[in-house]
C-alpha cells in the first residue's frame, strides 16, 4: 500500500465523514430515548484500548505486513479512524443539538411534524454550523493519527 | 366538549389542581408562577400531568386513569408559546409552509398568501425572523400556528392585544385558551375568564360578573381590590336594604346581606378606584372614615394614596392637585362600592 498526502486526506474524510453520519444518527436515537448522555462519553475507552492493540499489530514485531488484528488496508484504516473519532464527535452532536432552544422543535411538533421532520428540518440545520466545526477539527485529529502510522511504520521495525 | 382537569406537583414550587372547560376565548388571569402556562404546555402535551383527563372537541387528549397520552403532534393543538419560536433559519413564508404541509403544493401556497395577507404580514413574508419587528413575529407565530388546523389554540402570555384577537376570532371558529396578565384585556376580549393562582382557580365565569363581584378575598386581590377588611354584622335591614357594618376602629353602612345573621363575621372588599377622599375639614360625608395620609404614589394618569388602617384610594392626578391643601382627610365608601366577600 502506498502512503501518499491524497491517501491520508482520503482515509480521514472518509473515517470523519462515516463517523459523523453514525453520530447524527445515534443522536437522533438517543434524543428520543432517554439515556443519559454522561454516557456517551464511554465509547472513549474502547478508543484508547483499541489504538494500543492496533499500534503493537503494525508496529510489533510482526510489522506491518504481518498477519496483525486490522490488516494494513484502507478500509481497515478508514474503521480504526471511526472508532477512535466517533464518540467525540457524537458527544459534539448530541450537544449541538442540547443547545438548541426547545422551542423550535416544540412549535414544530404542535404542528404535527414527525420527529423524523422535527430532526431534518429543524434541529439538524439549525446544530449544523457547530457540527460541521467540529467534524473539521476530527478530520485533523484522524490526520494526526495516521501520520503517526505513516512516519512510524517501517522506521520503528527491526 | 373541550374540558381539562390536570393535576401535576412540582415540588416545591407549584401543585398543580385544575378543572375547567374551554368555550369560546376563554382567558387565564393570575400572578406569576401561578401554573398558567404550565395549564397550557400540559394541554399540548409537552408536559404530562400526574393525573387528570384533557378532552379537546369530546377526543381524548389525555387520560392518566385509561393510560392514554397523545404525542402533541396528534392532540391538533395550535400553540403559541411566551418566547418567540418562529425558525430562525427559514423566512416567514416557509415557516407557514412548514405548517402546511398537508395538502397538494399549489393549495398550500394559496393558503400561506392567504394567512399572510389577513395577518398583515405580506411585506415581510421574504424576511427571516430576526430581521421582522416583535409584533410582526407574534403574527406571524398565530399565522403559523393555525395553518396547522388546529382545533383549539393556545396563547401564552405575548403582549396580544384586542385588534389582534379580534382577526385570530374572525380566523378560527374554535376555542381559545389565552393566559394574560392584562385585565382591562381580558374584560373587553374574553367570553370567559378564569383566575388562577397557586395552581388553583379561584373564581370563574363572564370577565364582566368576575371583575364586578369577586367571591373570596384571593379573587378581590387578583382583581385590584386592595381593600379588604374583616369586620362583624352590627345591624341588618332588609326594608331598607342595608345593612350597618363594624369594623376595627370604622363603622359603614353597607348593601344588604342576604343569608347572614347579626353578629357574623364578613369580609368586604372595594376596589381603590371607587373610594372618593374628601378634606377632613369640610362636613362629614354619609359612609366616610376619617383618616390620616400616610403616602402618595403618583402614576400616569391617577394617584394612589394609601390611608392609615391600610385604605387604598386612586385618585385622578386633577382631583390630587385640588386637594393637596388637606391638613386632614375623611374617605367616602359609596355603598354601592362595598362588595362582601
Known sequence: ?158 | MTHARIGKKIPPALSLEVDFEIAGLTALYGPKGGGKTLILETIAGFEKPDFGRILLDDAILFDAEARVNLPPRRRHCGYVAQRDALFPHMTLRRNLLFAAHRGPRLERSRRVAEMLERFQLTPVAASRPREIEPAEALRGAVARALLGEPKLLLLDDRGFDEALLRTIREAFPGPVLLVTGDLDLCCAAADRLILIEGGRIVQSGPPRTVVDRPESVDAARLLGFSNVFEGEIAALDPARKSSRLEFAGFALTGPYIPGRFRGSRVSIAVHPADLRVHSGEIERQPNAVSASLVRVSRGARAARLEFSGGIFADVPLEELERQKDNKSWQVEFPQQALRVL
Open chain 1, 1 to 158: 500500500m502506498h502512503w501518499s498526502l491524497w491517501l491520508v486526506l482520503r482515509i480521514a474524510g472518509l473515517a470523519t465523514g462515516i463517523s459523523v453520519v453514525i453520530g447524527l444518527w445515534l443522536a437522533f436515537v438517543l434524543t428520543n430515548r432517554k439515556v443519559p448522555s454522561d454516557y456517551s462519553f464511554l465509547p472513549l475507552q474502547f478508543k484508547v484500548v483499541l489504538s494500543n492493540a492496533v499500534l503493537f499489530y503494525w508496529l510489533g514485531t510482526n510489522g506491518p505486513s504481518g498477519a496483525g488484528l486490522w490488516p494494513l488496508t484502507q478500509a481497515g484504516l478508514v474503521a480504526a479512524g471511526v472508532i477512535s473519532v466517533e464518540p467525540l464527535v457524537l458527544s459534539a452532536v448530541r450537544s449541538a443539538f442540547a443547545g438548541l432552544d426547545p422551542g423550535y422543535g416544540r412549535a414544530a411538533r404542535s404542528l404535527g411534524a414527525s420527529e423524523w421532520r422535527v430532526f431534518s428540518r429543524i434541529h439538524l440545520p439549525l446544530a449544523l454550523r457547530p457540527i460541521l466545526g467540529n467534524a473539521a477539527s476530527m478530520f485533523l485529529g484522524v490526520i494526526a493519527q495516521l501520520a503517526i502510522v505513516w512516519w512510524g511504520t517501517g522506521r520503528i521495525s527491526k
